[in-house]
């Protein structure tokens, strides 16, 4: 098969990541050089065509981190309507400057293309911070006097719904009580999920309403967590599970969806971020997609992941196809099936290849049966599909791999771009088979430090040697894997300067930690950025639009208050967006850069 792999390989289409991947940083040992990124249409920097039409802005004076193949640096940026028509050295500027031209210096300000998520929920995050949210809570105490003021504050609400605690309040079995809630709500149903949105934690009376008790059997891929004397439910419920009480909840509302991603959207474009792909979509959030563009908020381009209900099987693909006909329209593509392998390892739902260290017989779960996830993806990826997997562990991360081989094999090399989320432990074996088959690695990098889930709910479950394959960034990267990121906002922050920080340092962006995790597995600053930018347009098929500053790309762009070049890495956090561009049109910050009156920073008409 791996033979097979290779041949399958000559004929893949890889030009751009490979290129998007080339930097005068890449450490040696790295794969052959791709051919480069065909350039962008339109003048080429440096040399301004004479003539040309004046541009509507123009950004000149600034440090213009590009993102092209060559990674090349530019001062000027010239904008018509939407489109970049000129990015090069000042000196070539003055063609586009006409006497309608809005002009602002950038006083040696830093510019990125604006940021991409590879993998967020903005809706499911948006409407989570307008209810009972607990992300800046750190201990069971604080949690429940944040609900017992919220119940207080909401007497009109049915049910108590949050989001955002953390497993680790709850080491080492990371599993909630029930009883702690019931001393501040009884009368009421509570049913608040954990921050990676994989664990429920709920009190008596959600239990009673969805009646939920000893007798009741765990759901396939769910857990309800027991006392192990009585069998009763303690208050924890492990991924399909948590359905058992929500689906007694009222369902959120068109207006709540909306609401949600409008916040959202605004939320994104103030930390620079102008694409996305949302992580998972249903039928509702894409009506809110569709309504928001049309009321001309959506600042945001988006590919939509459809969700994969993992108790159907392959009927479901004719509803994708209605999906993807009727919604990829405007700022929105619905082009893509997210399909979640396994839970997670913090409560020992990841899927392993071996036992967790100290539970003999626990492997973890297996969310599609592996033979016929083969035969699914094989399916989608014939109609067109891209594939957007979760897995965590060694053997969800197999699996998923196998099923795209699987594909490969059966519907032949194809310009498909799968891509895999999480990828937090590998067995070492399996990280060349991105590269070989084409399928970019999606991390979500905050997570790659040794932070409460690290130390308390994962190190005591790994022997050494496999704990060593934590999030292996570097090892992807050295492999020639295309490397993607994303935040899995509102698991963890949305903000891509924490996230680029912790990529390079493997240490906690607040200074939580002073010592690198894995520090074999950093990557450098230019990779980090690519996967941010380029590399996350490749994973949405619009790196030939977005993604780098170059003539005849959309003018996606950001200017940063410090140039990420010239501070110490561990700096990167503070850094702040102080302007985003989309399709030339300012959607956060202020043309004026903070600097009127301060000479060297106006701008003329
Ligand atoms: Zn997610």
């Not at 994962?458 to 934590?470: S, V, Y």
């Not at 690198?516 to 790196?543: D, G, H, M």
Request: aromatic share 8%.
């Amino acid at each position: 098969m791996r033979r097979l792999c290779a041949v399958a390989l000559g004929s893949m289409v890889l030009f751009a990541p490979f290129a998007a991947r080339l930097s005068s940083a890449a450490p040696p040992g790295s794969t052959p050089a791709p051919p480069a990124m065909p350039r962008s249409a339109g003048p080429s920097p440096g040399s301004a065509a004479r003539g040309a039409r004046a541009a509507d802005l123009v950004l000149r004076g600034g440090a213009v981190y590009t993102m092209d193949a060559a990674r090349s640096w530019a001062e000027s940026i010239a904008i018509r309507k939407d489109t970049i028509v000129y990015a090069g050295p000042d000196a070539g500027i003055a063609p586009y400057v006409g006497p309608r031209t809005r002009v602002v210096n950038l006083g040696g300000r830093m510019v990125l293309p604006a940021f991409q998520d590879a993998h967020i929920h903005p809706i499911s995050g948006g409407i989570g911070q307008r209810q009972c949210a607990l992300y800046d809570q750190k201990t069971k105490e604080e949690y429940v006097a944040a609900v017992a003021a919220y119940a207080k504050q909401h007497p009109e609400a049915a049910w108590i719904r949050g989001d955002g605690w953390s497993l680790a309040a709850f080491s080492p079995s990371g599993v909630p009580d029930r009883r702690l809630l019931d001393a501040v709500v009884s009368d009421r149903p509570v049913y608040l999920e954990s921050s990676d949105g994989h664990s429920a934690w709920v009190n008596s009376k959600a239990l009673s309403i969805a009646k939920v008790g000893k007798d009741t059997p765990d759901p396939a891929g769910g857990r309800i967590d027991r006392d192990p004397k009585t069998g009763e439910p303690v208050g924890g419920l492990q991924d399909s599970a948590m359905g058992l009480v929500s689906s007694h909840a009222p369902p959120y509302t068109d207006a709540e969806r909306l609401e949600g991603l409008r916040y959202a959207v605004k939320m994104l474009n103030g930390l620079g971020i102008t694409s996305i792909q949302d992580a998972s979509v249903q039928a509702d959030s894409l009506e809110a997609y569709r309504a928001l563009d049309e009321q001309g908020g959506l600042t945001l381009r988006v590919v939509a992941s459809l969700w994969w209900e993992r108790d159907k099987g392959d009927e479901q693909i004719a509803g994708f196809l209605d999906q993807r006909r009727k919604y990829t329209r405007g700022h929105v593509r619905a082009t893509t099936v997210k399909i979640m392998q396994d839970g997670v390892m913090e409560v020992q739902t990841a899927a392993m290849l071996q036992d967790y260290k100290g539970k003999p017989g626990v492997k973890g779960l297996t969310m599609v049966e592996p033979e016929a996830l083969k035969k699914y993806v094989t399916r989608l990826d014939k109609e067109g599909f891209q594939l957007h997997f979760h897995a965590i562990g060694d053997a969800a991360i197999r699996e998923c791999l196998d099923a795209c081989e699987a594909a490969r094999r059966a519907n032949g090399p194809r310009d498909s771009r799968h891509h895999i989320s999480h990828l937090e432990i590998f067995h070492p074996s399996d990280i060349p088979r991105f590269r070989a088959l084409g399928v970019v690695a999606n991390f979500q990098p905050l997570w790659a430090y040794a932070d409460d889930y690290i130390v308390k709910l994962t190190l005591p479950f790994l022997e050494p040697e496999r704990a060593r394959w934590l999030y292996p960034i570097g090892s992807l990267y050295r492999s020639g894997a295309v490397i993607a990121f994303g935040s899995d906002w509102s698991v963890s922050s949305a903000n891509p300067l924490e996230e680029l920080e912790t990529a390079v340092t493997r240490m906690g962006a607040g200074g939580e930690t002073k010592e690198p995790f894995i520090p074999e597995e950093r990557i450098n600053l230019p990779e980090a950025l690519a996967a941010f930018t380029i590399n996350a347009a490749y994973v949405n098929f619009q790196e030939g639009r977005t993604g780098s500053i170059e003539a005849g790309k959309l003018a996606d762009l950001i200017v940063l208050d410090h140039n990420l070049f010239t501070i110490k890495p561990e700096a990167i956090s503070d850094t702040k967006v102080v302007l985003t561009l989309f399709g030339g049109q300012k959607v956060a910050g202020d043309l004026s850069l903070g600097g009127e009156g301060r000479a060297g920073l106006g701008m003329s008409r």
